[in-house]
């Protein structure tokens, strides 16, 4: 007889409409069955899956990215919803940061291997760090990996002023978080998470967080929630216990920034280009300012019909970035 861990493998890709999955579980099955001297059962099981996969149709759901859900009714103000093309692969990271992403992505590619031995992956999620430093391109490049839906929740459509109300439309949105498989995205969380202690802090508030902590921890979606502040100071203690991952991020180091200019120019001829002198006047800049000085020196460079970007084009874009903060 299957084993119960083949079985439960089984049905989990079947409900996760893993197609390649099911088949290669089914695959091993058979393997399995063979071993313990159960050949024309085993024989049968592998027809079944030739013969299934000769039939391409089977296999092009999973091609391409999960319908797309929009929402609607009352949740059209609390959500919006596109399908991002980013990748790991094109953001810059630390190799630490890095290499906490691509486990993450592993555990979800592979939720199935966890599951049988009732082990559950990463999937809530929190960043921190200044702004500019990767956190919402991240959610982006999870939900591009995993051909998923992201989903961004809208604070001015959540938050309002009227008791209650707040809490009640939290609740929408963690019941589309467990009925449409997405990457969701609390943006500036700390509107949501401040401390409970603050000064300023009203009971509404208080509300709202205890609200937010109760529907987080019984949440247990297939879902990934990613909430995300430039200001960690401020959020509450009891928050950072109920995510599996908290993930810091930072300015780029001078190799960091070197490396992201070259990523973004690398269509341009930048031999030539004074790298010590560019991270000395680049210090400060965010991962995103150093992708708007990049694209900035790339017009200069096309607009002067050149294939070349030179240390002064990118010294004045950098010039140019840091005069608007003033």
Known sequence: MPSARHLVALLRSHIEGDDQQFLSIALQLAAHEARVGHGRFANELKELVDEAKSRSSL????????PLAQPRGELAALLSVHYPDTKLSGMVLTP????????????????????????????KLLLLGPPGSGKTMTASALAGELQLPLFTILLEGLITKFMGETA???????????????????????????????????????????????????????????????????????LFRRFDDVLEYNLPSPTLQEKLFKSRLATFNTKGVNWEKISQEAEGLSYADITRVSDEAAKMSILDDSDSITTNMLLAAISEKKNSRS
């Open 59 to 66: 296999l092009e759901r999973t091609k391409g990215p999960v």
């Open 96 to 123: 630490e940061l890095g290499s906490r992403l691509k486990r993450i992505l592993t555990e979800q590619r592979q939720t199935h291997k966890l599951a049988a031995r009732n082990l559950s992956p990463r999937r």
């Open 168 to 238: 009640a439309k939290l609740r929408l949105v963690f019941d589309a978080i467990a009925k449409m498989r997405g990457v969701y995205l609390f943006d500036e969380f700390d509107a949501l998470g401040a401390r409970r202690s603050s000064l300023n802090d009203v009971g509404e508030i208080r509300r709202v967080l205890n609200s937010f902590l109760q529907f987080l921890e019984n949440d247990n979606s297939r879902s990934l929630i990613v909430a995300a502040t430039n200001h960690p100071e401020i959020l509450d203690t009891a």
